[in-house]
Structures are given as structure tokens and as C-alpha cells.
């Protein structure tokens, strides 16, 4: 009989002990949670404003570098074509430069279509400096220019800000 007393006193202890731990280990659980939701919280809280500060600096870098905008830009500051070739290519050489450290804050895929659009920028350029003679006025380049983005259905830096607009509306 005695020994009855104590198994049911045992059992009663186990069970008591077993009770108590699962309620420390879920309470602790849920602490740890709640603290991993405070640092996510904050992460975001710090990282949001960088990330679409580099959206913002990726979308105007790619309205820098249109055609366009480049030649409005510059045009006038070139005697020759090949002197207006030299300084749109530093120009983008310079705008990508100045913003590359903004891939920490957008996707790969986003920064790709970035890339690309820079490459098929100097593509163009490149391509219309060929058919027309170094020493020729900087205007027969722009217009050179100006014709090959025509041809193109899609300016290079189109898709690449579609992508970007597409992350960002992601992100709210």
C-alpha cells in the first residue's frame, strides 16, 4: 500500500514536471519569436527606406541614360561626333559608377535588366558612331542615334524600368 502511495505520488510528480516543461518551453518559444519578429521588424524598418532610395536611384539612372536624355544633354558640349561618342560613353561609364553599390538593395534579376539596358545603351551608340565619320558634326551622330532607338520597338532602358516598377509595387 505504502509503495502505491508513492508511484502515485511519483506519477503525479512526472506529470506536474512534464506539465511545467512544456509551459517554459512554449512561453520560451514564443519569447524567442516575438524577438525574432522585433529584429525583422527593425531590419525592415532600416532597410526599406535604403532599398527604395535604390529603386528611386536605379530608375533615374536609367532615365539618364536614354538616348535621349543623353544627347539633350550633351549634344551641344561636342564639336565632333567622335568627341560627342567619348562623352556619352563617360557619361554612362560615370552614372553607372556613381550607382553601382545600389545592387546590394535590389533584386539580381532587377540589376540585370539594369545591365543590360546600360550595354545596349553603349550598343547603340557604338553602332551609330560606326556609320558615321569621326570627324562628322556631333549632330550627325545624335541624329544617327536617334534613328537606330526608331528602329528599336523598345528604348533599352524600358523593360529595365517596368522591372523595377514591378518590384517596387512588390514591396507594398
Not at 509551459?23 to 522585433?38: L, P, S, Y
Request: aromatic fraction near 8%; charge should be negative.
Amino acid at each position: 500500500m505504502e509503495y502505491i502511495w508513492i508511484l502515485t505520488i511519483l506519477a503525479l510528480g512526472v506529470i506536474v514536471t512534464f506539465g511545467i516543461y512544456l509551459t517554459i518551453t512554449t512561453v520560451a518559444n514564443k519569447i524567442f519569436e516575438k524577438q525574432r519578429w522585433d529584429i525583422r521588424s527593425k531590419n525592415i524598418e532600416i532597410t526599406l527606406p535604403l532599398r527604395l532610395q535604390a529603386y528611386e536611384r536605379m530608375c533615374l539612372f536609367l532615365e539618364r541614360i536614354t538616348p535621349n536624355n543623353l544627347l539633350l544633354r550633351l549634344a551641344p558640349s561636342a564639336m565632333s561626333a567622335l568627341e560627342l561618342q567619348q562623352i556619352v560613353l563617360h557619361e554612362i561609364r560615370e552614372e553607372y559608377n556613381h550607382n553601382v553599390a545600389q545592387q546590394l538593395y535590389i533584386s539580381t534579376h532587377a540589376w540585370e535588366q539594369i545591365v543590360n539596358a546600360m550595354n545596349e545603351t553603349v550598343a547603340v551608340v557604338n553602332q551609330a558612331a560606326a556609320e558615321v565619320s569621326a570627324e562628322a558634326p556631333s549632330s550627325d551622330l545624335a541624329k544617327k542615334i536617334f534613328s537606330h532607338v526608331i528602329e528599336k520597338e523598345i528604348q533599352p532602358s524600358t523593360h529595365a524600368l517596368k522591372v523595377l516598377k514591378e518590384e517596387i509595387r512588390n514591396v507594398f
